[in-house]
Nanobody, 127 residues
Framework: QAQFVESGGGEVEPGGSLRLSCAAS????????LGWFRHTGGREREGVSC????????YYADSVKGRFTISRDNAQNTVYLQMNNLKPEDTGVYYC????????????????????WGKGILVTVSS
């Protein structure tokens, strides 16, 4: 059964860091663009950061530019999100997703309709 499993969430103080991981099983990520998405403050799911399967080009939402870094390790079948200088408004449930035949920007701008989704992991930024 194909699935994504997120890990690395938790609670951190403002200014702190977390590294999210999303391990895939049952399918190979190297054929897919990958992304991280989140639900925050009752808002609709939004694309945070995405990475292309073709050339590893990346896309970041304006709210996280300069603070978050997405990366992928096809050999480990895993995608990562390094989150630095976290802010209270980053609090939410983070999901990883995979979609084929799409650019990194399109992957993030359209936050639904992915081929695979993780179940989500909670990130809390609070003092």
């Amino acid at each position: 059964q194909a699935q994504f499993v997120e890990s690395g969430g938790g609670e951190v103080e403002p200014g702190g860091s977390l590294r999210l991981s999303c391990a895939a099983s049952g399918f190979s990520i190297d054929l897919y663009s990958l992304g991280w998405f989140r639900h925050t403050g009752g808002r609709e799911r939004e694309g945070v950061s995405c990475i292309s399967h073709v050339d590893d080009d990346t896309y970041y939402a304006d709210s996280v530019k300069g603070r978050f870094t997405i990366s992928r390790d096809n050999a480990q079948n895993t995608v990562y999100l390094q989150m630095n200088n976290l802010k209270p408004e980053d609090t939410g449930v983070y999901y990883c997703g995979a979609e084929d035949l799409v650019t990194e920007e399109a992957m993030c701008v359209r936050a639904g309709g992915k081929d695979y989704w993780g179940k989500g992991i909670l990130v809390t930024v609070s003092s």
